[in-house]
């Protein structure tokens, strides 16, 4: 599965993105997908999952209310809605794809392929 994620720039704080990530392949709708963030001289850490079917999803408490993810198995597509952007949203964004069950949504480790990231910067 080759991952390549799309949609991220400059937006002031309190904007709007919509983060695409389209994955190769045949098999999409047997991965959990997931979004991932890492910030300048942070660690990568989980922003929020779906289940393979789209049934179920998972934020970190940060994004909880603010952000949300969805997906389109029949485009291949998984989708990270951001909204109420705030300045300690500005990060390096990674979309991710597990073989693993939905247990596991938010451990990047249980990833098996990852996109390239794209850049979101939100200014004040």
Not at 55 to 72: C, I, N
Not at 97 to 122: E, I
Request: aromatic share 12%.
């Amino acid at each position: 599965v080759q991952l390549q994620a799309s949609g991220g720039g400059l937006v002031q704080a309190g904007g709007s993105l919509r983060l695409s990530c389209a994955a190769s392949g045949h098999t999409f709708e047997r991965y959990t997908m997931g979004w991932f963030r890492r910030a300048p001289e942070q660690d990568r850490v989980f922003v929020g999952g779906i289940s393979d079917d789209g049934q179920l999803t998972k934020y970190a408490d940060s994004v909880k209310g603010r952000f949300t993810v969805t997906r389109d198995n029949s485009k291949n597509t998984v989708y990270l809605q951001m909204d109420s952007l705030t300045v300690e949203d500005t990060a390096v964004y990674y979309c991710a794809a597990a073989s693993k069950p939905y247990r596991w949504v938010a451990v990047s480790s249980k990833y098996d392929y990852w996109g390239q990231g794209t850049q979101v910067t939100v200014s004040s």
